[in-house]
T-cell receptor, first 114, second 112 residues
Framework: NAGVTQTPKFQVLKTGQSMTLQCAQDMNHEYMSWYRQDPGMGLRLIHYSVGAGITDQGEVPNGYNVSRSTTEDFPLRLLSAAPSQTSVYFC?????????????FGAGTRLSVL | AQSVSQHNHHVILSEAASLELGCNYSYGGTVNLFWYVQYPGQHLQLLLKYFSGDPLVKGIKGFEAEFIKSKFSFNLRKPSVQWSDTAEYFCAVNAGGFKTIFGAGTRLFVKA
């Protein structure tokens, strides 16, 4: 049981490049989310999903796309990277209300955009 | 809109000192409250949670938190910190549904 797995762990991009951050969970959780962590700002919700085929925007969605074709996977796409997207990105999953909305986090992806 | 405020961004303590980290939230209805911890180089993990019942909740590693509804607060405490408690601590609030709002975090450094 690996929990929440994120790849890659580190990434450097040039402005304008695109990339996909991968996230997979093996706990059969309905709910998944992407956060970015910036110094002094805590975690801010980018996008979330309440099940396969269903996604919605969080607090800071601009510049990011998501899709949820399976329960296990929830990739985050940066279409045209900008220096403002330099951050640490965390993926999380949750079993939902039956388990008190506790979230389980991946190890994070540290992204630098030059 | 919901918000979570953590009073201290950085705290430095010596081993065996007592710890209290403040957390206030803004939401008038029923809330679920969490403290998550991020040890250096590790991912966030749940420290403790409050959903209902006894407002004093106990978590892992000797941590506890008290929910005071009238003050919209959920402060984290530990009577005697250890060097291994050095980490960043996040207070979080869920007002029903999936979205959880996190505070800005408090970096705790414990001197050996």
């Amino acid at each position: 049981n690996a929990g929440v797995t994120q790849t890659p762990k580190f990434q450097v991009l040039k402005t304008g490049q695109s990339m996909t951050l991968q996230c997979a969970q093996d706990m059969n959780h309905e709910y998944m989310s992407w956060y970015r962590q910036d110094p002094g700002m805590g975690l801010r919700l980018i996008h979330y999903s309440v099940g396969a085929g269903i996604t919605d925007q969080g607090e800071v969605p601009n510049g990011y796309n998501v899709s949820r074709s399976t329960t296990e996977d929830f990739p985050l796409r940066l279409l045209s990277a900008a220096p403002s997207q330099t951050s640490v990105y965390f993926c999380a999953s949750s079993p939902g209300v039956a388990y008190d909305w506790i979230e389980y986090f991946g190890a994070g992806t540290r992204l630098s955009v030059l | 809109a919901q918000s979570v405020s953590q009073h201290n961004h950085h705290v430095i303590l010596s081993e065996a000192a007592s710890l209290e980290l403040g957390c206030n939230y803004s939401y008038g209805g029923t809330v679920n409250l969490f403290w998550y911890v991020q040890y250096p180089g590790q991912h966030l993990q749940l420290l403790l949670k409050y959903f209902s019942g006894d407002p004093l909740v106990k978590g892992i590693k000797g941590f506890e938190a008290e929910f005071i509804k009238s003050k919209f607060s959920f402060n984290l405490r530990k009577p005697s910190v250890q060097w291994s408690d050095t980490a960043e601590y996040f207070c979080a609030v869920n007002a029903g549904g999936f979205k959880t709002i996190f505070g800005a975090g408090t970096r705790l450094f414990v001197k050996a």
